[in-house]
Every structure is written in C-alpha cells, then in structure tokens.
C-alpha cells in the first residue's frame, strides 16, 4: 500500500470506525513512539480492510466494546498465566482453534512476533501488541445486526438476487 492508499484507507477508516481510529491515536499518550505507532496504523488497516473485504455490514465499534474486549484479552491471558505446566502451555493453542477469526488473528500475531523481533524493546510495546490483538477480537465478537429476511419478490437485503414470489 502506497502512501496515498494508506490515506484513503485511514480517511475511510475515520468515517467509519471513529472509536478504532482513536484507539490509534491514544498510542502516543501510553508512549508509543511514533514509528512504532506506524506498525499499528499498517495493522489497523489490514484489519479493516478485511472488515470491508467480507460484505457484511459492521457496526459501529464503540469504546465500550474495545473495553469490553481488552478485558475478555486480558482476562484471557490472566487465566492462561495462572495455570500450571501443560495447560499453561495449551492455553493459548485452545485460544487461537476456537477464535472465530482464526485467520485474521493468526496474521496479527505473525505480523506482531515478526515485528518485535526487529524493534528495540521498550515497555510501551505491550501498548501496541494489546491494541492489535483487540482490534481483531473487537471484529470476531461484535455482534452483527441480524440479516433481514426478504420481502417476496423484492431484491434480497444481503444479496443482488431476487427473491421469486411463491
């Protein structure tokens, strides 16, 4: 993605997810620098970008759902770190199988381990690992309205097919 791309992606991304965009822009305030903000932003915009890729229709990710799940992640984590020996360890593989965005959160921990192996370890990087990891959560559960049921002989709401009357 050119810069020009990543603009219009960030501009759409505004309009569309204010929350999410401002959970971005919360990073400098935690202490993230700059650059390593970068490493979010690009991550937001995948991420968003395959919200937009599946043709559902997103609703609006308020703050009150990104807390709700960065405190179903941490209670996550919490409860994989209090258990001992083999279950520790299967703790996050049970996690990741039963994700309902295996893929999508597959990515993101790929593209995080990759990226924290090529930075300077700071603490603020827990910030941006925590932020990634819910942005995608905050796609897997948030409830999607219910698909409305066509009206016979009438276009399908979630479809371009007409419906034949019976």
Same mark, same amino acid.
């Given at each position: 993605?050119?810069?020009?791309?990543?603009?219009?992606?960030?501009?759409?991304?505004?309009? #569309?997810?204010?929350?999410?965009? #401002?959970?971005?822009?919360?990073?400098?305030?935690?202490?993230?620098?700059?650059?390593?903000?970068?490493?979010?932003?690009?991550?937001?915009?995948?991420?968003?970008?395959?919200?937009? @890729?599946?043709?559902?229709?997103?609703?609006?990710?308020? @703050?009150? @759902?990104?807390?709700?799940?960065?405190?179903?992640?941490?209670?996550?984590?919490?409860?994989?770190?209090?258990?001992?020996?083999?279950?520790?360890?299967?703790?996050?593989?049970?996690?990741?199988?039963?994700?309902?965005?295996?893929?999508?959160?597959?990515?993101?921990?790929?593209?995080?381990?990759?990226?924290?192996?090529?930075?300077?370890?700071? @603490?603020?990087?827990?910030?941006?690992?925590?932020?990634?990891?819910?942005?995608?959560?905050?796609? #897997?559960?948030?409830?999607?309205?219910?698909?409305?049921?066509?009206?016979?002989?009438?276009?399908?709401?979630?479809?371009?097919?007409?419906?034949?009357?019976?």
């Amino acid at each position: 993605m050119d810069l020009t791309q990543k603009e219009q992606a960030a501009d759409e991304l505004f309009h #569309a997810q204010p929350h999410v965009f #401002a959970s971005i822009l919360v990073q400098q305030q935690l202490g993230v620098s700059s650059a390593k903000m970068d490493f979010l932003v690009d991550i937001l915009l995948i991420c968003f970008l395959a919200m937009k @890729e599946s043709s559902l229709i997103w609703p609006l990710i308020t @703050e009150d @759902e990104q807390e709700r799940q960065m405190g179903r992640l941490a209670a996550t984590v919490q409860f994989g770190d209090d258990l001992s020996g083999s279950l520790r360890d299967r703790a996050p593989q049970q996690y990741i199988e039963t994700h309902p965005e295996v893929d999508l959160l597959a990515f993101v921990q790929v593209e995080t381990a990759n990226w924290l192996q090529r930075v300077v370890p700071e @603490e603020s990087d827990k910030f941006v690992v925590m932020a990634a990891l819910n942005f995608v959560n905050c796609i #897997a559960f948030v409830p999607l309205p219910a698909p409305m049921k066509p009206v016979h002989g009438t276009p399908c709401a979630q479809c371009t097919d007409v419906v034949a009357p019976r």
